[in-house]
């Protein structure tokens, strides 16, 4: 009976293992909750590309590509989702309890961020940060390498290659470069590719 008892633990005890861990820290991979067209995903750069779909978990380090008119959104958590558009390059490099970590090399992210939560996306230029809780923004990397953040709720810092941080408000966007940034400004939102 002892025997029984030892083999079950040790078949289930991972198991509870995992799901404490994740739902102790509020926080399990990132998943794709919809996906459509071309959208390839890999866990690390050692595995091959995959299409992917709903459902999928994202691991961290796993990088996202999306194709011509395709799209992906990912869901970190049920207040934290970031939308892909079309032809993005995108990279997640930490997703747990404390903070999300994101890298676009190219392309487009649509983030919503309702929480408390440290969620900050890299580009070749800047690191775009959300300071308040019910953020809503768009970053965009141009074909050109800049980098356009626009605010649709909340409070973004944006700092540049020249290590300058600036706040963009609702209804502003922020452009930058390799030569860094001017001042946020008030832009149409048809302005930002």
């Given at each position: 009976?002892?025997?029984?008892?030892?083999r079950v633990l040790r078949g289930i005890l991972p198991a509870v293992c995992v799901l404490h861990i994740?739902?102790?820290?509020?926080?399990?991979?990132?998943?794709?909750?919809d996906v459509q067209g071309k959208v390839l995903y890999r866990a690390s750069a050692d595995q091959e590309w995959i299409q992917a779909?709903?459902?999928?978990?994202?691991?961290?380090?796993?990088?996202?590509?999306?194709?011509w008119f395709s799209w992906a959104e990912i869901r970190y958590d049920e207040r934290?989702?970031?939308?892909?558009?079309?032809?993005t390059d995108f990279v997640i490099y930490t997703a747990n309890a404390d903070e999300y970590f994101s890298r676009l090399f190219s392309g487009s992210v649509r983030a919503v961020v309702k929480s408390g939560q440290k969620f900050s996306l890299k580009t070749p230029v800047t690191v775009a940060a959300v300071t308040v809780p019910g953020t809503r923004f768009i970053t965009?990397?141009?074909?050109?390498g800049?980098?356009?953040?626009?605010?649709?709720?909340?409070?973004?810092?944006?700092?540049?290659v020249k290590?300058?941080?600036?706040?963009v408000k609702p209804e502003e966007t922020l452009s930058?470069?390799?030569?860094?940034?001017g001042p946020p400004e008030r832009l149409p939102a048809t302005s930002l590719g």
């Open positions: 009976m002892t025997k029984i008892i030892s994740c739902c102790g820290s509020c926080s399990c991979a990132p998943e794709f909750s779909r709903p459902g999928m978990r994202v691991a961290e380090g796993g990088r996202i590509k999306t194709g934290t989702l970031a939308g892909l558009g079309f032809d965009v990397v141009t074909a050109l800049q980098t356009r953040v626009r605010v649709f709720s909340g409070v973004v810092a944006v700092s540049d290590k300058r941080d600036k706040r930058v470069d390799k030569d860094g940034s």
